[in-house]
């Protein structure tokens, strides 16, 4: 009896007190409501969102700031403008941590204008990736690619000149991206040969006959060499070169 007489006082001690019976182990997924944390207090009138739930936006990495930055000396001074000490600055590191992610300043010059080719690579990767007829592609890809790089050149020369300096040195940026040109214009040509519009027999001189044919209008050293040229008559040629690798294809006349 006695025992049942100290349960029954705990029991009104509990209730008296209010505090729930805590579990002994076993069931986590039973807590007291006062252990757990509290609620958010409600918006005040006028209160962005973003500030109760604490979502800013997650700080640029540092390789993406130091890329802005150089992006933005590029534009205003030019290749020759552009030191490393300045944009570590700019940055808040020393120019010893900015080697860390980019080991010189072409490399650093390379990577601004290496953003604006995968912009270029994605539209062209579009077309050939598109359900049009394969002779189509070739012109829309060659079209794509001199227009993107002469509209550059009249808009942002200086980010021009990188990709045009990098093309003549053979530097890492303009080699991948000749690799990845190479890869658009060969799926474009297989597609073309085993749908029966080209003719052609041999793939691999197929390939490099566009690019010869088209190098005026697609090499950024040519592009800049015929950059007083009206855009009209760099138009009307163009066309007539595509015309011709077209119909080269069509007959198989390599």
């Given at each position: 009896?006695?025992?049942r007489?100290?349960?029954q006082?705990?029991?009104?001690?509990?209730?008296e007190?209010?505090?729930a019976p805590?579990?002994?182990?076993g069931?986590?997924?039973?807590?007291?409501p006062?252990?757990?944390?509290?609620?958010?207090?409600?918006?005040?009138?006028g209160?962005?969102?973003?500030t109760?739930?604490?979502?800013?936006a997650a700080?640029a990495s540092?390789?993406?700031?130091?890329?802005a930055?150089a992006?933005?000396?590029l534009?205003?001074?030019?290749?020759?403008?552009?030191?490393?000490?300045?944009?570590?600055?700019?940055?808040?590191?020393?120019?010893?941590?900015?080697?860390?992610?980019f080991?010189s300043?072409?490399?650093l010059?390379?990577a601004?204008a290496?953003?604006w080719l995968?912009t270029v690579?994605?539209?062209?990767?579009?077309?050939?990736?598109?359900?049009d007829?394969?002779?189509?592609?070739?012109e829309?890809?060659?079209?794509?690619l001199?227009?993107?790089q002469?509209?550059?050149?009249a808009?942002?020369?200086?980010l021009?000149a990188?990709?045009?300096d990098?093309?003549?040195?053979?530097r890492?940026?303009?080699?991948?991206h000749?690799?990845?040109l190479?890869?658009?214009?060969?799926?474009v040509?297989?597609?073309g040969?085993?749908?029966?519009?080209?003719?052609?027999?041999?793939?691999?001189?197929a390939?490099?006959?566009?690019?010869d044919?088209s190098?005026?209008?697609t090499h950024?050293?040519?592009?800049?060499?015929d950059?007083?040229?009206?855009?009209d008559?760099?138009?009307?040629?163009?066309?007539?070169v595509i015309?011709?690798?077209?119909?080269?294809?069509?007959t198989?006349a390599?």
């Amino acid at each position: 009896m006695r025992g049942r007489d100290d349960l029954q006082a705990s029991v009104r001690a509990l209730a008296e007190n209010d505090v729930a019976p805590r579990p002994t182990g076993g069931d986590d997924l039973h807590h007291d409501p006062r252990d757990m944390p509290p609620a958010p207090k409600p918006l005040r009138p006028g209160q962005p969102l973003r500030t109760s739930l604490r979502t800013r936006a997650a700080p640029a990495s540092a390789d993406m700031r130091i890329l802005a930055i150089a992006a933005d000396h590029l534009a205003r001074l030019g290749p020759r403008g552009v030191t490393v000490v300045a944009v570590a600055a700019e940055a808040g590191m020393t120019h010893a941590n900015v080697y860390r992610y980019f080991p010189s300043k072409d490399t650093l010059l390379d990577a601004v204008a290496g953003r604006w080719l995968r912009t270029v690579e994605a539209e062209l990767a579009r077309i050939a990736d598109a359900p049009d007829p394969a002779d189509d592609k070739i012109e829309r890809l060659l079209t794509a690619l001199a227009t993107a790089q002469r509209e550059t050149l009249a808009g942002e020369p200086n980010l021009f000149a990188v990709h045009r300096d990098a093309a003549i040195a053979a530097r890492p940026i303009a080699r991948r991206h000749r690799v990845r040109l190479r890869s658009l214009v060969e799926r474009v040509v297989e597609e073309g040969i085993g749908a029966g519009t080209f003719l052609i027999r041999d793939r691999e001189r197929a390939i490099a006959y566009i690019f010869d044919a088209s190098y005026r209008f697609t090499h950024p050293a040519a592009i800049q060499h015929d950059a007083e040229l009206p855009s009209d008559i760099v138009k009307a040629r163009l066309s007539g070169v595509i015309h011709g690798i077209q119909k080269v294809l069509r007959t198989g006349a390599l």
